[in-house]
């Protein structure tokens, strides 16, 4: 008797602890299981940061060239470069994996990238055009969106020394060096002093509270005034804020897919 007393007292622990590791299993947060999947691709840090500000330079890059055309949905005006609006939540994403250095070094990259592509279209401008290609309108697309535009064309001074896409590059880079600069100190000043102990959910309405009008406002002034009216600039001022504030609003939760523990695996050469 005294062994079936110990064997079913064994049993019983064996299942307390089997419950207790399945609740625990349980109590793992989306963050950590994320962070699991992350680390069994055994990236070290090196393809980490490759990766990583990788996809923030293509959001950017991608988000320029997109934003030569100008769209609508019903009443509101927009450029077609929202995908832009992308940078700021990957961006909290390399802070927070690599530190606010690399998220700084990050930003300016892209800046000196998307000037470096500009004066490269520039410069394919100038390239002779073969003549069948040409007469299907394929210079005069590529003259209008990367060339210099002629005095003649009617438009405001500066378009005879500018071309779109080169006011739309200095207007995101100006701009994105202010707003991303902007949402990188309020973002670490935030973690660090009132926000340190609150909701990760914060870190990401309280920079972009700031970042997002400053992006939203400064970026048409720069790259269209004199190609849309004062209305149309008033529209996308008030557009921009909106979508991006709904972006915001939709993708605040995947902050808590950020992992804070590093991704990668730090290896010794």
Not at 49 to 70: D, E, V
Not at 91 to 106: E, F, M, N, V
Not at 201 to 212: D, E, K
Request: aromatic letters at 14%; hydrophobic letters at 50%; a neutral charge.
């Amino acid at each position: 008797m005294p062994d079936i007393e110990k064997s079913d007292t064994k049993q019983a622990e064996i299942i307390n602890a089997d419950i207790k590791n399945a609740e625990q299993a349980r109590k793992i947060s989306a963050k950590d299981r994320v962070h699991q999947q992350l680390c069994k691709l055994n990236l070290d840090q090196t393809q980490a940061a490759i990766i990583l500000c990788g996809f923030y330079l293509f959001f950017s890059l991608a988000g320029n060239i997109a934003a030569t055309k100008l769209t609508y949905f019903g009443l509101l005006v927009m450029d077609a470069g929202f995908i832009y609006s992308l940078t700021f939540t990957w961006r909290d994403l390399i802070h927070k994996q690599l530190g606010k250095k690399a998220a700084i070094t990050t930003i300016w990259l892209s800046a000196t990238i998307n000037l470096i592509a500009a004066l490269y279209f520039q410069f394919v401008v100038f390239l002779p055009a073969q003549p069948d290609w040409a007469s299907g309108g394929g210079q005069a697309a590529w003259e209008f969106l990367f060339g210099i535009i002629g005095a003649s064309s009617g438009g405001p001074w500066w378009q005879s020394i500018f071309s779109l896409q080169m006011r739309i590059v200095i207007g995101s880079i100006i701009t994105a060096l202010i707003a991303e600069l902007i949402d990188t100190y309020v973002y670490q000043w935030w973690i660090s002093g009132l926000g340190k102990s609150k909701p990760d959910w914060t870190r990401v309405f309280v920079s972009n509270s700031v970042s997002i009008p400053v992006d939203s406002i400064l970026f048409p002034i720069i790259a269209f005034t004199g190609i849309i009216g004062v209305d149309a600039m008033m529209q996308m001022w008030g557009t921009n804020i909106i979508v991006k504030a709904i972006t915001t609003l939709l993708a605040f939760w995947t902050i808590y897919l950020v992992p804070e523990k590093p991704i990668y695996i730090e290896t010794k050469e």
